[in-house]
């Protein structure tokens, strides 16, 4: 039956299994961010569609890592010259060099770190930062579905460019129950997606504890002295950590 029941049973079992499957994985993109922001660097955020609320939730939130920058698409009408309805097609994704746009206009160090998010990880933008980041030697660290992007030939993908791959667990097209007449509603891969960012999260701080050092963590700004805190940890990083609409 198609309905709530019927998809809490596909989210659980697509937590469990990212549960079960994909430690090993984060547990390695972990070490590979907390080494880069021990080094001074700032994790670069960076997905397209529905995947940018995945960079997103690792950016600019209580209880997330201080060092952290989301670039996206809406950076070329914020921080350049593009007029809002340059960028209002989705399909503004697939544009070939939007990425060295966005990449230009942002403070990106050689000891950056690079968490680049998609589902299918074969669009244009998204293949693009990955390259771009790999080839000036930077880590980047996917987060896609393999399902999905295995279908891809013939062309470079996200997955092909990272130093580590986190599984998101999504089927091909993402969503999940299968209507009558063929379409199919109910994705996953954010819900997973959120869930690995938090993994990864929690996995940073932690490492940095083990280290016997405070991890750079945003305090709620709904908190006393919140505000305060949080301007003073972002002081160190200046225009490399733009908050934006986070």
């Not at 937590?15 to 660097?41: K, P």
Request: net charge negative.
């Amino acid at each position: 039956m198609i309905g709530q029941a019927a998809y809490a049973e596909i989210a659980r079992a697509a937590v469990d299994r990212l549960l079960t499957g994909e430690r090993a994985a984060i547990a390695r993109a972990g070490e590979l961010v907390f080494h880069a922001l021990r080094a001074g660097g700032v994790l670069q955020a960076f997905g397209t569609g529905h995947s940018r609320s995945v960079a997103l939730e690792l950016v600019g939130r209580a209880g997330g890592l201080v060092p952290a920058n989301q670039l996206g698409i809406r950076d070329v009408v914020y921080y350049g010259d593009a007029v809002p309805a340059a960028i209002l097609d989705p399909k503004v994704e697939r544009e070939p060099g939007l990425a060295e746009r966005i990449w230009e206009l942002a403070d990106i160090r050689p000891e950056d770190v690079f968490v680049i998010i998609s589902n299918s990880g074969g669009n244009a933008s998204v293949v693009e930062m990955a390259r771009l980041a790999a080839d000036r030697g930077h880590v980047v660290i996917a987060i896609t579905s393999r399902a999905h992007t295995s279908r891809i030939t013939g062309r470079e993908r996200l997955a092909d460019l990272a130093h580590v791959v986190v599984d998101n667990g999504a089927p091909y097209g993402d969503a999940t129950m299968e209507l009558p007449g063929g379409d199919v509603v109910c994705p996953v891969s954010n819900l997973t997606g959120v869930l690995i960012a938090q993994l990864l999260v929690a996995e940073v701080a932690g490492r940095y504890v083990a280290a016997g050092e405070s991890p750079p963590v945003f305090r709620s700004a709904n908190t006393p002295g919140g505000d305060a805190r949080n301007d003073l940890l972002l002081a160190g990083y200046g225009r490399r950590v733009r908050l934006g609409d986070a």
